[in-house]
């Protein structure tokens, strides 16, 4: 049984090293409260709150250089904040010990913007990379795994031996993606995974994200600028501007929001081209 999913577990009471804690159905995956994060006299983050359920594809999305990357490496402990609390799945990262500390990682996998694979490791290297970092497997599970990943994602066994150089775009997006799947986590973050794919490439890499959700259960949270993404696959969408989460809800609560930027974004020419909204409304 998933560990996630064992009720005998969900008792409330603080998990033992080694054991994973266990978020309570209708609780947040993901808690973010008041965070702040800047750097030097720049501050990013103004005092943030979001919570990700489990089992949803949270989109987030925001202004270029609004904090939307700063945010996710900050959930994922990368970036140190100056006040708030993070929570993923029931823990506070700062208080674990770098044992916990590791444990967690392997819960969660992640595609960043710039996700480049590793270009002098093949993509099985890529794929097993996050195994030999955190795992004691055999070469020859590590192998079949590897097979199980690339079928994930849509791509033949023999891209196993094939360089990153010898990859489209989307190809090498679904390494990525099959690298992030590596450990089989259950959240996974998206920094714009869709960026630099043409529309139909986009689409089908959309169409991967919700099947891998449906099928493994997953939760994902996706940075995305894609308009299309946030319309076919997200469940819910938060909206950042001015350091805070202005809107969070489903794509009705966009749509409905008074806020100028979440307007403009919904409302906007873009929008209108993806068929978002009709010419003329709002
Ligand atoms: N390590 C860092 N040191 C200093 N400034 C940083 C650092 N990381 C991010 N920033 C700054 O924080 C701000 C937010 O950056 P971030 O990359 O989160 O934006 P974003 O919303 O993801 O933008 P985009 O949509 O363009 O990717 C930017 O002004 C960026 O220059």
Request: glycine fraction near 10%; include cysteine.
């Amino acid at each position: 049984m998933h560990p996630q999913t064992d009720p005998a577990q969900h008792d409330g009471t603080a998990a033992t090293p080694g054991t994973p804690h266990i978020v309570a159905p209708g609780e947040p995956i993901i808690r973010v409260r008041d965070l702040v994060v800047g750097f030097g006299e720049r501050v990013v983050l103004k005092g943030l709150s979001l919570d990700v359920m489990r089992g949803e594809i949270l989109g987030f999305v925001g202004a270029s250089g609004g904090g939307k990357s700063v945010l996710t490496r900050t959930i994922l402990g990368l970036v140190p904040k100056r006040s708030g609390t993070v929570e993923v799945f029931g823990e506070d990262l700062d208080t674990l010990s770098y044992g916990e500390r590791r444990l967690l990682e392997q819960r969660w996998g992640v595609l960043f913007q710039q996700g480049a694979l590793f270009s002098s490791l093949t993509v099985r290297q890529n794929i097993q990379f996050p195994m030999r970092e955190y795992l004691d497997l055999s070469p020859r599970l590590m192998d079949e795994l590897v097979v199980a990943k690339l079928e994930m994602v849509g791509l033949p066994a023999d891209t196993a031996e094939k360089a990153p150089s010898e990859l489209s775009g989307g190809m090498i997006k679904r390494v990525a993606l099959a690298r992030a799947l590596s450990l089989d986590p259950e959240i996974l973050f998206l920094d714009e995974p869709t960026s630099g794919l043409d529309p139909i490439g986009a689409g089908e890499f959309d169409d991967l994200i919700a099947t891998l959700q449906q099928t493994l259960g997953l939760t994902v949270f996706m940075v995305t600028h894609d308009l299309d993404s946030l319309h076919t696959v997200c469940d819910r969408i938060a909206a950042l501007a001015e350091g805070k989460v202005i809107a969070v809800g489903p794509i009705e609560t966009m749509l409905a929001s008074d806020h100028p930027w979440v307007s403009a974004y919904f409302h906007g020419k873009r929008a209108r081209a993806a068929g978002f909204v009709q010419d003329g409304g709002r």
